[in-house]
């Protein structure tokens, strides 16, 4: 990785849906090599996968729930039971295992607080949880899927400017 392929991380997390074309000239490249550098983080998982972001009002569900997990069953086996439950809940976004009094928290986006509700009495009634929390969260401020690339690691060999 060099700083060209920073480059190219910064602009593809911005907009994904930009020709390679372009990217490459914003960049400094010819299309080819700009493209093999691509299909390489690719291959080798720097970029997962590109995907549209929606706007949650627009597909109807514009509230966000923090929810905090407790359980008293901290075996291998729970966690597989409970990671398999979560997945199959579409509402749930984001899922952590966490450190400190929380055991796991999850990010749940749903049109209402009725739907949090429906959605909770399913959770609980699919796997034995010691506790939940939930906290609605009221305004959003920041969000975003773009990932500091300041911290990326650079070949200072390979890299062909500052």
């Known amino acids: 990785m060099d700083r060209l392929d920073r480059k190219i991380l910064r602009l593809l997390q911005e907009d994904s849906?930009?020709?390679?074309?372009?990217?490459?000239?914003?960049?400094?490249?010819?299309?080819?090599?700009?493209?093999?550098?691509?299909?390489?983080?690719?291959?080798?998982?720097?970029?997962?996968?590109?995907?549209?972001?929606?706007?949650?009002?627009?597909?109807?569900t514009k509230v966000t729930v923090f929810v905090s997990v407790r359980t008293n069953s901290h075996s291998m086996e729970w966690l597989r039971r409970f990671s398999e439950v979560v997945a199959d809940f579409p509402e749930v976004v984001e899922f952590y295992r966490m450190s400190g009094d929380v055991d796991y928290l999850l990010r749940v986006v749903v049109p209402d607080i009725a739907a949090y509700d429906a959605f909770y009495k399913?959770?609980?009634?699919?796997?034995?949880?010691?506790?939940?929390?939930?906290?609605?969260?009221?305004?959003?401020?920041?969000?975003?899927?773009?990932?500091?690339?300041?911290?990326?690691?650079?070949?200072?060999?390979?890299?062909?400017?500052?």
């Open 17 to 60: 849906t930009l020709a390679v074309a372009d990217l490459a000239k914003k960049v400094g490249l010819s299309t080819t090599p700009c493209w093999r550098r691509i299909q390489k983080m690719e291959e080798e998982g720097v970029i997962r996968r590109r995907v549209a972001l929606l706007d949650p009002v627009k597909v109807n």
């Open 122 to 162: 399913r959770l609980i009634a699919k796997i034995e949880i010691r506790d939940v929390s939930s906290a609605f969260a009221m305004e959003q401020i920041k969000y975003t899927t773009q990932l500091p690339l300041d911290y990326m690691v650079i070949d200072q060999a390979k890299s062909s400017e500052d």
